[in-house]
């Protein structure tokens, strides 16, 4: 249909536009600039293109709209109150107050409408590609002919500030060799970043780049005014099937402002004045505020109406093709429910004691191999560590598109390339895409989950199911030195709120971190994977280490010491134990393969696991910042590690069986000569 | 001169290609597969260009080799050996041996002429970039007509791990912008990584990707084979003065062996049988090992001949420099000598209680305002932050290319773009140009140095000082939300060894903290500075503050209680100690501005600020792992913060006076009820 942009047209461009600057100035607080310059685009993407169903916002095959730019939120909020999602005026009135639902950035379970966190520059970019190759994946999987289930477009703004940073980098390249179609960026070419003009910092080739990735690169010249240039612009990249598209938007930051085109609109209310100018040249009575003119009403309500029935109709093919594919659609069924299949669970191997001494990595590749076979949504993946981190099962098909012979989107292995920290963002639109859709697994050295930390912040924040495979946790992995060795990585992320650190010590717990990053559907996991053989501990069991921390070895009658340990230094504390128990030195040992999931146990189990009454030494080979929670001494390293051999490397931090046991017995000395009642450290932090 | 390569030019490439095939089978792990590739690059590099003298490995105006692909170090550790650095065969055959020169991956400071530490990678790519610029800064600052005193080259090898990663799309993109002609990249373009071919995942065109960032790229067909192909593309590259270039070196990784050209050859030890095939293909003894024909000793003996040289032309040409410029010269000393100018401290302004409350951010500002004018070295910079984070002095010169009219290589503020990994990857290639050549301060907001995580990490273990400036430091940001409040950042820098995390409470504390960053000259700093104003504590100074943590009310007779805070809490305990001797209840309070330079103070001076007898309640504004360490009870946010102004969002979490205040009383009675004396958790820890 040709594109015929009319008066109306105007007054909803306006009327994003003052809706925008009311909502930033009531709150006084907020970024007016983006939210203006952006506005003609916004609304010709959503009053011509934009399929959604206001009415029923997790409709599955609803398009994608990923706002890269958070801080241009309210642009966002303006559109979702627009298209009648539960955005009300009087939310806008709250924006940026506490606990509303229109808080400074966009955030995922905070807003109807709203598909991933943004704000942290670069992460929207990287999600929206996720969120393709979501879309990609489903719709090769479950289409058939005749049924397009699955055949959304991923909308995304961006500006600037996000094409700046690294992490949108690493997922454009790899979005244009996955030749994902489906996936549209606007990119807002307003010159202004908060330093000032672009020429001071940012002066490549945007366009040139971005071919280079073998992108579809298009131009809207004027993206104030040029109504139809935009919609051509959308509509070819629509078009595209074979390659992503940036439409490279030119506009003027705050537009209509007296500051158009400064940084001085970028981050704070305009001023009263200034206000009242705007609103008279876009023909708003100054003195009103929130307006949105009938006209304006009418055309959001006719593209919810067009969603609504979009729905209808998909609701109805989806009927049909139940009934042809029956197992196909209860599968979808499943997934948009967000269960696991039944029973899925007795694919975890459980193990005794006899079995053999296997590196968690190894185990974790039995695992996925597994668990690959019944959980059809578990799409793994490495950043360009297969062969180290194990990840990729026997048989597994590349996601690739179908063109360069390696695969087809079909696949559930995805080849991220070394780029660790658009892997993370990308996870996390995969996740996005809903409920039991997919869930990916990430693999790379636990060490470099560090350069996807601003990823994993909002996998936690966001509340997402993404699961790391961080192999090679630890000086355990050797030669390859301090440079590959984690000492803080664990700590960090054990501070991160709603994120689970596995750590687990043999198979049985290997097993549950597994069962419960699975089962924890609102919670990122990191699973940290040896790299050298752990043997399979006695006493160790699925069910206890389900529950983060049990008692692994009991004494009988009053104990003098415990220890308490996790994954490759469990054996460690065993065998501690052992060498103490020889000397009539009574130790028990605690497994924590999960602080962040033991902490979550009532207070009684918790004190079972780690009583009073004795001195608690900790054995982790990493800095020990956080075991006072748990230990009162700690065997650690807090320094960095070393590049040798790995025993000589645990030898030379005194990680050994009889150095931990010598530190125990010091323990036991220093509280016996103190004389008073030892309480463990939770204990009194328990009660207060 | 023209090139014209021969015989001992191939012998001299098989010599590298043995030793390190040596090197690595010996050490029976690392990678021989890219020095066998890189070796013919490698040898032209260095036999007719690269000017150092091992003799003295820090002078000053060497050039500067940067192995960005660090996992390739045995071709290093064989350069480094011909060069006739202190790196022996004995060392080769120690190669990722316990504690030997030889580790894993390059680590600066443990190798001799190795100039930063790579293997994460990207890192190596970014900090080339900081050396470029600190040549280029250096130069426009101190060179005169005939007096070319800095003018040295950065030449830096990488691969496609490298290219893929965001950081060094980010220092690329950068480097671009800044011209910097002086660098010098050569790509081992072998289309291998980890995974196998880079047709799995990285297939955009890297060539116009780096055109696009204003690079000039060339290409030499046949890097195996093409001496003179490679001489003039060097030659090239450093004919090009306003552009960093790019050459694109197409090699066979491993070639020789019979497995050339595939991943096999990338991780692992050649096999025996390989090794011999090898060996024999180019002329050696297979029952030889680690040998060094003279010929190839020639050519290394004249290169370090001619570096020597070159150092004794440099050498005259200072003394000729000095003479004529006498206070150019002397600070030029100074900063080799890596002193501090005298009596700089005298710029750190102290404050009284009276003096107004203040953000540490504007703290921080006057503070960089004041030692710039006393600290020519200090260099400051922001990733477009810079009205926020307050990094730029009135009056700075941006370091800018003179081409386009926004400053000069002279300027010491530095426009990072919104790239804060290369941005810390770069601070890190600056401070490696040497000494106190350049100290960078650079500024983002707290939550984003997370996005730098890779790069804080090296600065940590390379023991450089790199001085963040980290605003915005908490809740206290207010209506940004969660998604830029950061609760878990401190608590991962804690963790991380020789890294400093400083939290100011006031003015003293501030300038204690711009002090103790200045002054640890082998460890990098994160000031946590804030966005909201805080009072000038009665009690702080900067003496006090340098101890990292003092006592800053104290009581008369036995306390009741001890608050320990940092940063904008402090104020909160203060309030709340007030609150409580409103009752009589006697409350002490301390001050913990910095944990790491805390710790390192005797035990008696910690007791003395944390001492046993009274409960212990800390307040922080975050998550509260690790506080254990110091206290029994604490106040923090063990969630994601909120987007509402920042007095709601502090009340939302319980941190008031009166909050903490009903916390102690809390743990007063607990303990009384108790009846057992009640120990400083550090008590224990430090006697264990």
């Given amino acids: 249909m040709p594109f015929q942009p009319n008066q109306d047209d105007v007054k909803a461009i306006n009327t994003i536009r003052t809706l925008a600057l009311d909502t930033v100035n009531k709150a006084n607080s907020g970024h007016p600039g983006a939210p203006m310059g952006m506005a003609p685009a916004a609304h010709v993407l959503f009053s011509r293109f934009f399929q959604c169903n206001p009415q029923d916002p997790k409709w599955v095959n609803r398009d994608r709209f990923v706002l890269s730019n958070g801080h241009a939120c309210a642009l966002q909020y303006t559109l979702l109150h627009l298209l009648g999602y539960k955005v009300s005026i009087d939310d806008l009135k709250q924006f940026r107050q506490l606990d509303s639902i229109t808080p400074g950035h966009p955030e995922l379970g905070v807003t109807e409408g709203v598909e991933v966190?943004?704000?942290?520059?670069?992460?929207?970019f990287a999600n929206a590609v996720g969120l393709a190759i979501a879309q990609a994946h489903l719709g090769a999987t479950f289409n058939k002919d005749n049924f397009s289930l699955f055949d959304n477009y991923t909308y995304m703004f961006t500006g600037d500030g996000c094409l700046m940073e690294g992490v949108a980098?690493?997922?454009?390249?790899?979005?244009?060799?996955?030749?994902?179609?489906?996936?549209?960026?606007?990119?807002?070419?307003?010159?202004?970043?908060?330093?000032?003009?672009?020429?001071?910092?940012?002066?490549?080739?945007?366009?040139?780049?971005?071919?280079a990735y073998d992108w579809q690169v298009l131009t809207v010249e004027d993206g104030n005014d040029d109504l139809e240039g935009i919609y051509k612009a959308i509509e070819a990249a629509r078009a595209e099937k074979n390659k992503p598209t940036l439409i490279r938007l030119k506009t003027v930051i705050g537009f209509g402002s007296r500051d158009q085109g400064t940084h001085g609109v970028h981050g704070n209310p305009l001023k009263a004045d200034d206000t009242v100018e705007i609103k008279k040249k876009f023909g708003f009575n100054p003195e009103e505020f929130f307006v949105v003119p009938d006209e304006t009403k009418k055309i959001y309500a006719d593209v919810a109406k067009r969603g609504a029935e979009a729905e209808k109709k998909w609701q109805q093919a989806f009927d049909e093709y139940k009934a042809k594919y029956a197992d196909e659609a209860a599968d979808i069924e499943r997934r948009i429910a967000g269960k696991l299949p039944q029973g899925w669970e007795k694919a975890l191997p459980e193990f005794k004691p006899t079995?053999?001494?296997?590196?968690?990595?190894?185990?974790?590749?039995?695992?996925?191999?597994?668990?690959?076979?019944?959980?059809?949504?578990?799409?793994?993946?490495?950043?360009?560590?297969?062969?180290?981190?194990?990840?990729?099962?026997?048989?597994?098909?590349?996601?690739?598109?179908?063109?360069?012979?390696?695969?087809?989107?079909?696949?559930?292995?995805?080849?991220?390339?070394?780029?660790?920290?658009?892997?993370?963002?990308?996870?996390?639109?995969?996740?996005?895409?809903?409920?039991?859709?997919?869930i990916p697994a990430i693999g790379t050295f636990l060490n470099f989950v560090s350069y996807a930390a601003g990823a994993v912040r909002l996998s936690a924040l966001s509340h997402q199911r993404v699961i790391w495979v961080a192999t090679h946790d630890s000086i355990g992995l050797g030669e390859d030195g301090p440079t590959h060795q984690p000492v803080e990585t664990v700590a960090h992320f054990r501070a991160l709120p709603n994120c689970n650190v596995w750590r687990p010590a043999d198979g049985n717990e290997t097993s549950a971190a597994y069962y419960m990053a699975l089962t924890s559907t609102h919670t990122p996991s990191i699973l940290a994977l040896t790299r050298q053989n752990l043997p399979q501990l006695e006493g160790s069991s699925i069910e206890k280490a389900n529950k983060g921390g049990y008692t692994l070895v009991e004494v009988d009658g009053k104990p003098d010491v415990t220890f308490v340990a996790t994954g490759?230094?469990?054996?460690?504390?065993?065998?501690?134990?052992?060498?103490?128990?020889?000397?009539?030195?009574?130790?028990?040992?605690?497994?924590?393969?999960?602080?962040?999931?033991?902490?979550?146990?009532?207070?009684?189990?918790?004190?079972?696991?780690?009583?009073?009454?004795?001195?608690?030494?900790?054995?982790e080979a990493y800095t020990t910042m956080g075991w006072a929670e748990f230990s009162h001494a700690h065997c650690g390293i807090d320094t960095f590690g070393a590049s040798a051999p790995a025993k000589q490397v645990y030898a030379k931090f005194g990680l050994t069986g009889e150095a931990v046991a010598k530190r125990a017995e010091k323990a036991i000395s220093y509280f016996r000569d103190l004389g008073h009642p030892v309480y463990s450290p939770l204990s009194h932090q328990l009660a207060l």
């Avoid at 490549?204 to 780049?209: A, M, N, P, T």
């Avoid at 578990?378 to 360069?404: E, H, I």
Wanted: net charge negative; glycine share 10%.
């Fill in 169 to 211: 980098s690493e997922a454009a390249s790899l979005a244009g060799h996955l030749q994902l179609g489906n996936l549209i960026a606007v990119y807002d070419d307003n010159q202004i970043s908060i330093d000032g003009s672009t020429s001071i910092a940012f002066t490549e080739d945007v366009g040139k780049r971005f071919e």
């Fill in 355 to 438: 079995d053999d001494a296997v590196a968690s990595r190894k185990l974790s590749e039995v695992l996925l191999a597994k668990l690959s076979t019944v959980i059809p949504e578990l799409v793994s993946g490495s950043a360009d560590l297969t062969p180290s981190n194990l990840t990729r099962w026997k048989n597994a098909v590349d996601f690739q598109p179908k063109a360069n012979g390696l695969g087809d989107y079909t696949g559930r292995y995805i080849r991220y390339g070394v780029r660790e920290h658009g892997m993370g963002a990308i996870a996390n639109g995969i996740a996005a895409y809903g409920a039991n859709l997919m």
């Fill in 568 to 619: 490759s230094e469990v054996a460690i504390a065993v065998e501690a134990a052992e060498l103490l128990s020889k000397q009539g030195v009574k130790a028990r040992v605690a497994s924590l393969p999960c602080w962040e999931v033991f902490r979550a146990q009532d207070s009684q189990y918790k004190l079972s696991v780690l009583p009073d009454g004795a001195p608690i030494v900790s054995v």
């Fill in 117 to 124: 966190t943004t704000g942290p520059l670069g992460q929207g």
